[in-house]
């Protein structure tokens, strides 16, 4: 089973200001990589897929990179709404699986 | 536009088998996969199993033992079977549609799944 690790755990941010979150998977996915964003009390969101495709109605300032085993997700200037949970996942082999997770919060 | 909705018991006794059904609507189940996903308290996202339309499943070898997915394509549902449950199975349980070149891009709101004698 492929681990993903995400770091860091917690990123604290101020509105209007960069975020940049990090995910490493234990073997090679390729391009083969989401990015999910959580809300408690919803479901999880797609936001990206293929390591940088923006899924649909999924704004501009979400921006995906990264291939093999690096992966980053940046949101360019935080707005009070993207402060939530985010997952990245593989999905290159079976099980699919997901990192543990970056809290954005407000700085 | 379509969504996925989670029904079934809040509460499962220990040993006994946890039932779950979705229902997808605004959209047919005969197209991709769907999936059984479910995070415990404080834990991460765990995938489940899947299931086509046909029938051709997936499990977690994790899970695969106690696990069983079944699609009813009349009814839009799919349902998940978790049998032999203990305190470590509760979670909130969603279900998803997959995509194999885009994960899982819509998912229901999930249900919490407590197992409590």
């Known amino acids: 089973e492929i681990v993903m690790t995400q770091s860091p755990a917690t990123l604290s941010v101020s509105p209007g200001e960069r975020a940049t979150l990090s995910c490493r998977a234990s073997q090679s996915v390729s391009s083969n990589l989401a990015w999910y964003q959580h809300k408690p009390g919803q479901a999880p969101r797609l936001l990206i897929y293929?390591?940088?495709t923006r899924a649909t109605g999924i704004p501009a300032r979400f921006s995906g990179s990264g291939s093999a085993t690096e992966f980053t997700l940046t949101i360019s200037s935080l707005q009070s709404e993207d402060f939530a949970l985010y997952y990245c996942q593989q999905y290159n082999n079976w099980p699919w699986t997901f990192g543990q997770g970056t809290k954005v919060e407000i700085k | 536009q379509l969504q996925l909705h989670e029904s079934g018991p809040g509460l499962v006794k220990p040993s006994e088998t946890l039932s779950l059904t979705c229902t997808v609507s605004g959209g047919s189940i005969n197209s991709y996969f769907w999936s059984w996903l479910r995070q415990p308290p404080g834990k991460g996202l765990e995938w489940i199993a899947y299931i086509y339309n046909s029938g051709n499943t997936n499990y977690n070898p994790s899970l695969k033992s106690r696990v069983a997915i079944s699609v009813d394509t009349s009814k839009n549902h799919f349902s998940l079977k978790l049998s032999s449950v203990t305190a470590a199975d509760t979670a909130v349980y969603y279900c998803?549609?997959?995509?194999?070149?885009?994960?899982?891009?819509?998912w229901g709101q999930g249900t919490m799944v407590t197992v409590s004698s």
């Open positions: 293929g390591a940088s």
């Open positions: 998803a549609r997959g995509r194999s070149s885009v994960a899982f891009d819509v």
